[in-house]
């Protein structure tokens, strides 16, 4: 992993009402992970000058429909905010926006995000008892997301180092994170989107994910 580097603050100067003036992130978590899974990142983002949240939600056991209202909730109930999601986490933030537009949201980064569906997560579905694995949360991850919410921009950092557990149990065609194949994180509409050398989990952890990430919710594209 990279070592850390000094991320920008915020811009302060941002007129009132712009993405560049928001200063809270919504984090939220992916499939089988905590809440605590986000810590690191979202101090990250701490250095950076944002206000941090965290939102959790039962991935397996626990319905879709409720994680999304929750998330919506969160965000109508608070101020103007960027959100961060990993993988599932972002089909999450996503979901919101579609479901509910007027949510006062920046801009949106999504952690190897399988938009256009999972192919892991169809392979699993199969078998019963591999469908397990997935809970309540297997339509989505399946379906991905068919098109992108109006209004607002969304961004993509991908991972390219093939380890984890995916990998073994299906095929990923062409580059993937070990969980993730890159071709299943792009879809048309995305304002940017960026690769870079990390696993599906080691996205959490990574130093150039985060500053990629402040890039993108203060200047909507990612620094190359």
């Known amino acids: 992993m990279a070592a850390d580097r ?3 603050e915020p811009s302060a100067g941002g007129p009132a009402g712009t993405p560049a003036a928001v200063r809270r992130v919504v984090l939220v978590h992916g499939l089988w992970m905590p809440p605590l899974a986000m810590h690191r990142f979202a101090s990250r983002l701490g250095a950076a000058g944002y206000d941090t949240a965290i939102v959790g939600y039962r991935s397996i056991v626990g319905s879709t429909e409720a994680a999304v209202g929750r998330l919506r ?3 109508r109930d608070g101020p103007p905010s960027h959100v961060v999601g990993h993988s599932l986490g972002g089909l999450m933030a996503l979901e919101a926006l579609r479901a509910e537009p007027s949510l006062p949201v920046g801009r949106v980064v999504c952690l190897g995000t399988p938009l256009c569906g999972s192919g892991v997560a169809q392979v699993l579905s199969r078998r019963v008892l591999t469908a397990l694995y997935l809970g309540r949360s297997a339509a989505l991850l399946r379906a ?4 992108l919410p109006a209004g607002v921009e969304v961004g993509m950092v991908a991972g390219d180092r093939p380890r984890g557990l995916g990998a073994l149990v299906a095929r990923l065609d062409g580059a993937h994170d070990g969980t993730v194949s890159i071709g299943e994180t792009r879809l048309p509409g995305l304002a ?4 870079i050398d990390a696993s599906h989990s080691g996205l ?3 130093a150039d994910a985060a500053r990629q990430a402040v890039a993108f919710l203060r200047h909507g594209r990612f620094q190359r």
Do not use: I, M, N, T
């Open 192 to 195: 940017d989107h960026l690769v």
């Open 73 to 75: 909730e969160r965000l």
């Open 6 to 8: 000094a991320l920008p």
């Open 204 to 206: 959490l952890f990574s």
């Open 144 to 147: 991905g997301c068919a098109v």
